[in-house]
């Protein structure tokens, strides 16, 4: 890996690979990324300028930590942990659990899963108290084994 | 109201003729610059208030050279091979215009400042034609923008030069030198010294850090046009926006207000390239004569030589490759905003009698600035197409010669 510095435009991180393709990442001062490939050969890069929220995205999926999307769902697995799989899943509140509370519903108790979060009306509540309300039109944010999260989905929400 | 009459007119014009450059994909720079000439002095319309607008373009070449000296590197650049590409460049191309204002017939101080112009490429439209041409992979593109860091100290010291030259007579030469270099000693320390207690002023998230900046820029402008008066010599308030600049570049909390510095900057300096043109006459016959259009051929043609000359030296020893020397000269064509600066400190300050030819020389340097940033813009933008060429060239000329 080469850093160089570029004076009014940014830092340079440059790697060049055995068969001669470079790929460089430019942080511009500016606050924006910007991504060149360059294949070794080619006339011209291509070049792609990504914003510090997308850049760390990319990043993530680079450094190993396997994000696998099915739908709404996320595994997250660890490099260091091979055998921790956790699933984070999304789903949208149903009629089934509306008016009640995560104790009321015993959520962990009967699958499992544990409610890490909901969103409500484009706001997070990150680790909710247990006796919260669910409300129409809430995301639940949970967290579990795969088995544990379809669990919840049928016995709680009473989907499929 | 009629500063605002005035003030609609500037920003109206500049607004549409820049929004015309970027829609061409061309630099803006002449095109503000045009926008003057079309309207100013020369032009249609007779503003009420001429100084008004130089003020205004004024503070636009403070915040520059503020600007300039706040990003300006100084570990970066002592590395030998930065050094010895900044030091090619000022060699060859100064030479060139200098050797060329001579035989056009200009005094030795005109020709220094034709050859200062003539020098310094843009740093605005290199780096941003570097980003938006998409260059920033090669190797060469490292080079091209250390070299525009080495212009950068350059013009300072060609600024202190200058300024000091005008002092009048030779005898206040040094007394100039001496307290311009006083003052920047001051300056330095100064921020030094108070830095812990300025750098907590630059964190709030009211008007103070901005007024402070600006009370800074404006008390040690001031400083120096009352040390000039007291001195019977002139010290450039430009330099001193410079050091200033690199000075605070070290207070930490001050990265903060960056973007705020910028954009005064590109205002300001947009109505600085506007008042650049507006004050300049155009005169027809002058233009038309053979001997300005010569000189101003030869001018453009010996010069954008000089930046392929002194290209290839630098990258025959820096990257081993004549063709990627080449590029770097297509990409360090462009000239712009400093070459405006330069004169303009000149023009300002300037002793008549050591500017015998100073029409021609303004004439030449602003037609120059304007076909040199356009013309440039295409080099940097097509420096591979233009330096593959020219190898090609090369080769069926002397077909055993080497790369």
Request: charged content about 15%; glycine content about 8%; hydrophobic content about 55%.
């Amino acid at each position: 890996m080469q850093i160089s510095e570029l004076p009014e435009i940014g830092t340079k991180y440059e790697i060049e690979t055995p068969k001669g393709d470079k790929v460089a990442v430019i942080f511009l001062t500016t606050g924006e990324i910007e991504l060149y490939v360059l294949e070794s050969g080619a006339d011209k890069p291509s070049v792609t300028r990504l914003t510090s929220e997308e850049a760390r995205r990319l990043g993530s999926v680079l450094t190993g930590a396997l994000l696998t999307i099915e739908h709404e769902d996320v595994e997250v697995s660890f490099a260091d942990i091979s055998d921790l799989r956790i699933h984070i899943h999304l789903c949208p509140v149903t009629k089934n659990v509306v008016g009640k509370s995560i104790e009321d519903l015993a959520i962990r108790k009967k699958t499992g899963v544990t409610v890490v979060a909901i969103s409500r009306k484009g706001q997070s509540i990150v680790s909710p108290p247990p006796e919260m309300a669910f409300e129409e039109g809430d995301l639940i944010v949970a967290v579990g084994k795969r088995e544990q999260i379809k669990a919840c989905q049928s016995v709680i929400l009473g989907q499929g | 109201m009629n500063f605002l009459l005035d003030l609609a007119i500037v920003t109206v014009s500049c607004l549409a003729l820049g929004l015309a450059s970027k829609y061409l994909k061309q630099a803006s720079i002449p095109a503000y610059i045009i926008a003057g000439l079309l309207l100013g002095k020369s032009g249609l319309i007779s503003f009420e208030s001429y100084d008004f607008i130089q003020w205004l373009g004024k503070i636009g070449v403070i915040l520059l050279m503020f600007y300039i000296g706040l990003e300006f590197n100084y570990k970066g650049i002592k590395e030998p091979r930065r050094l010895f590409a900044g030091c090619t460049d000022f060699a060859v191309n100064f030479s060139v215009g200098f050797l060329l204002g001579h035989v056009i017939g200009l005094s030795l101080v005109e020709a220094f400042i034709l050859a200062s112009a003539v020098y310094i490429s843009s740093s605005a439209i290199v780096i941003s034609s570097l980003i938006e041409n998409k260059r920033l992979i090669y190797p060469e593109a490292e080079t091209v923008v250390w070299l525009m860091v080495f212009e950068d100290i350059i013009l300072a010291i060609l600024l202190v030069i200058l300024t000091s030259i005008m002092a009048g007579s030779l005898a206040m030469i040094p007394v100039s030198l001496a307290a311009t270099l006083l003052l920047i000693v001051f300056i330095l320390a100064f921020i030094r010294r108070l830095s812990n207690f300025i750098a907590p002023l630059f964190e709030r998230d009211d008007e103070i850090p901005v007024l402070l900046i600006f009370a800074l820029i404006f008390g040690f402008s001031a400083l120096a046009y009352l040390m000039g008066i007291l001195l019977h010599c002139h010290i450039s308030e430009v330099i001193v926006a410079f050091f200033l600049g690199s000075a605070l570049a070290g207070v930490k909390s001050f990265r903060k207000l960056l973007g705020t510095i910028i954009s005064f900057k590109n205002l300001f300096l947009t109505i600085f390239f506007f008042s650049f043109g507006m004050m300049f006459k155009f005169q027809l016959a002058a233009l038309n004569s053979a001997d300005f259009v010569l000189a101003l051929l030869a001018l453009i043609v010996l010069s954008i030589l000089g930046k392929f000359v002194s290209g290839a030296i630098i990258g025959k020893r820096l990257h081993g490759s004549l063709e990627t020397g080449l590029r770097v000269g297509a990409y360090t064509t462009p000239r712009g905003e400093f070459s405006v600066v330069l004169i303009m400190v000149v023009m300002e300050i300037g002793v008549l009698e050591l500017l015998p030819s100073i029409e021609l020389l303004l004439a030449l340097v602003v037609t120059y600035v304007i076909i040199l940033s356009i013309v440039g813009s295409f080099f940097a933008k097509h420096g591979n197409m233009i330096s593959k060429r020219m190898m090609m060239g090369f080769n069926k000329l002397m077909p055993r010669a080497h790369r």
